[in-house]
């Protein structure tokens, strides 16, 4: 069992388990990414993507840049929901300015039947990088593991990439349920295991994108993609050595189904900006702490009007009294068009003025 540093900034754990924090904490969603000219550099190095998060040395590498350039309260891994698929026999590429593909996509019964969750060997490289990464953090700040959601998942499955419409992944959802079913319980079965062993490797907290969740249809996304995700966290470990592991679960566009997500026993539950925070505080109580939620594109405005939108969103979740609980976040991925100065005074501006607020 590897031993690590104790942590120095707890910040972020703290406000995950709604204990008191000093400002509100802050890390980005694909904050290592193509909107660093060093992340671009070390990707040409590695010659790919796949290159960069299948070397657990240009992982580490890469998930440190935006740490030593902005005081992020966490470290995120570095790595894509996609290794899981790909390590069930997919074939995960990327061609050129296309985004993610499966070279074996599950188009018939006889796919589907035949899935099976991967062996976790064939993801030790994952597993390597959060050791090693946390070893490279030295107890700066923690580090989140993370896993798609088993829906998320099988729309990349199914689809075989990305999709405007999911026709052929809604296509077996509406006409073959019992596929669909079985895909999203092998699923289940391997982010769970996927996500324990991250933190058995040392992540600190763990997270689940469920980003096309909020494509699903009322009752539907429910039964598909929500149940599958309650069943991940049953299985979860929550401790770690003794140390709470906390979860967050994102659906982006759920916020209309707020109560039942903060339902399935997360520690915190994560909103795009869509939904206004205090809004959504008065939802849930104080079941959850709330991860989020500027949209993205803010940080392509001037500093005073991102000053502004930063400002909204802390008096939006409200500060002091009320103010355990809040980890702020964008409302999805950073865009890879944004200026790394943005970044830069919306860190500033969220530890500052968070600090102020709490007088
Ligand atoms: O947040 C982080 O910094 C950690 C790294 C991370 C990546 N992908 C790196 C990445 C995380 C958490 C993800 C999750 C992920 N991957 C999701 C869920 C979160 C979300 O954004 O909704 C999804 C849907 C994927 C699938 C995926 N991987 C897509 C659609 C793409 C193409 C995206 C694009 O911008 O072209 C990827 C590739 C990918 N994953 C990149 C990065 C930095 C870009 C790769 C590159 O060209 O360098």
Known sequence: MPQFAPLKNDTFLRA???????????????????????????????GSFLGLAKNPDYATEVTMQPLERYPLDA??????????PDAMGLGLYFADGEGPKFERPLRDEQAVLALRAPELDSLQYVFDAVTQIRKELDGRVPLIGFS??????????????????????KTMLYDRPDLMHHILETNA???????NAQIDAGAQAVMIFDTWGGA??????QEFSLSYMAKVMQQLQREKDGVQIPAIVFTKGGGLWLEQIADIGADAVGLDWTVNLGEARRRVGHK?????????????????????????????????????????????????????????????TVHALSREMRG
């Not at 729309?155 to 992944?169: I, N």
């Not at 940080?299 to 809040?326: C, M, S, T, W």
Request: with cysteine; proline share 7%.
């Open 288 to 348: 959850v702490a709330l991860q989020g939620n500027l949209d993205p594109n803010v940080l392509f405005a001037g500093p005073d009007q991102i000053r502004a939108e930063v400002r909204k969103v802390l008096a939006a979740f409200g500060i002091p009294a009320a103010g355990n609980g809040h980890v702020f976040n964008l409302g999805h991925g950073i865009s890879q068009f944004t200026p790394p100065e943005a970044v830069t005074v919306l860190v500033e």
């Open 16 to 46: 995950l388990l709604r204990q008191p924090t000093e400002y509100t904490p802050l890390w980005l969603m694909r904050q290592a990414g193509r909107y660093l000219p060093e992340y671009r550099a070390t990707r040409a190095r590695a």
């Open 75 to 84: 470290a995120i891994l570095f790595s894509d929901i996609l290794t899981v």
């Open 216 to 221: 699903l249809a009322d009752g539907v996304y």
């Open 148 to 169: 798609g959601s088993p829906w998320t998942l099988a729309c990349y499955m199914v689809e075989g990439g990305g999709s405007d419409d999911f026709r052929r992944v």
């Open 189 to 195: 079965a391997a982010v769970a295991a996927y996500l």
